[in-house]
Antibody
Framework: QITLKESGPTLVKPTQTLTLTCTFSGFSLSTTQVGVGWIRQPPGRALEWLALIYWNDAKNYSPSLRSRLTITKDTSKNQVVLTMTNMDPVDTATYYC????????????WGQGTTVTVSS | DIQMTQSPSTLSASVGDRVTITCRASQSISSWLAWYQQKPGKAPKLLIS???SLESGVPSKFSGSGSGTEFTLTISSLQPDDFATYYCQQYNSYPWTFGQGTKVEFK
């Protein structure tokens, strides 16, 4: 059974850097074609894809946020970390991580999400 | 970026209705499209991948079709548990993009 869980601060101040950790079980990020993605959802709004990292350390980012995002993995700890710099109140959202089982597949298992509020 | 446009944004329906949601891509995405269901306060759930492949455990009342730029999600007989928001998402190319969502509500 695949599970993922997001963790990190619930409140950050504007201009600070957000660090979110996705801790997963039931799969390995050393398995060919497996990936983990991050998605966010501002309150009452649509889903927004942020970034994705694959088993081979290939990374993809949302172009609009590319300069602010970094995604990394620690295969031994079964974790994926997303950092977002220069946080702004518009970044207030629920942040999800999700499993990608192989190339050309959707996000088949999601974490429960973690809510981040940006406010001074 | 590939833009995904869903219609309608809100759909009012009754139990037992057959409902159809449309998703259009701004350029061809072949069949690389997923559909998700999201209930309030919950994470999205993958229903369909590759435009028409039902995920394991998803009831057969859900079906997807289409290719290229136009896709549909159909729920054959709406049940109380199906009132939710539905999103399409393309994974043909990066950045992956979602539609704006279709909320299925009680008429």
């Amino acid at each position: 059974q695949i599970t993922l869980k997001e963790s990190g601060p619930t409140l950050v101040k504007p201009t600070q850097t957000l660090t979110l950790t996705c801790t997963f079980s039931g799969f390995s990020l050393s398995t060919t074609q497996v990936g983990v993605g991050w998605i966010r959802q501002p309150p009452g709004r649509a889903l927004e894809w942020l970034a994705l990292i694959y088993w081979n350390d290939a990374k993809n980012y949302s172009p609009s946020l590319r300069s602010r995002l970094t995604i990394t993995k620690d295969t031994s700890k079964n974790q994926v970390v997303l950092t977002m710099t220069n946080m702004d109140p518009v970044d207030t959202a629920t942040y999800y991580c999700a499993h990608v089982p192989r190339f050309y597949y959707g996000l088949d298992v999601w974490g429960q999400g973690t809510t981040v509020t940006v406010s001074s | 970026d590939i833009q995904m446009t869903q219609s309608p944004s809100t759909l009012s329906a009754s139990v037992g209705d057959r409902v159809t949601i449309t998703c259009r891509a701004s350029q061809s995405i072949s069949s690389w499209l997923a559909w998700y269901q999201q209930k309030p306060g919950k994470a999205p759930k993958l229903l369909i991948s590759k435009a028409s492949s039902l995920e394991s455990g998803v009831p057969s009342k859900f079906s997807g079709s289409g290719s290229g730029t136009e896709f549909t999600l159909t729920i054959s007989s709406l049940q109380p548990d199906d009132f939710a928001t539905y999103y399409c998402q393309q994974y043909n190319s990066y950045p992956w993009t979602f539609g704006q969502g279709t909320k299925v509500e009680f008429k």
